[in-house]
């Protein structure tokens, strides 16, 4: 662990990690922003990303980003 890294909740790495895969599934940041706030996932109870993040759940976005980066649908 990094200077950087101390004082980090594990909900915040989390968050941190999803951040790093929505970037790595598409550099738009605004679009981001729109999907992350206005866009409905099933999987995830019906929540937006950033619902579901603000939940505490990022542990099942992250797993719903694995998902769907494999190709499947959420």
């Known amino acids: 662990m990094n200077m950087q890294d101390e ?3 594990g909900s915040d790495e989390a968050s941190d990690a999803v951040m790093r895969v929505l970037r790595g ?3 738009d940041q605004e679009m ?3 999907h992350m706030n ?3 996932i ?3 109870g019906g929540r937006t990303i950033a619902k579901a993040l603000s939940d ?3 542990d ?3 797993r719903y980003l694995q998902t769907i980066s494999g190709g ?3």
Do not use: H, I, W, Y
Request: hydrophobic share 35%; no cysteine; aromatic share 0%.
């Open 7 to 9: 004082g980090k909740s």
């Open 25 to 27: 599934l598409n550099s």
């Open 32 to 34: 981001l922003a729109r």
């Open 38 to 40: 206005e866009t409905p």
């Open 42 to 44: 099933r999987v995830l």
């Open 56 to 58: 505490g759940d990022a």
């Open 60 to 62: 099942k976005v992250l």
């Open 72 to 74: 499947q649908n959420g």
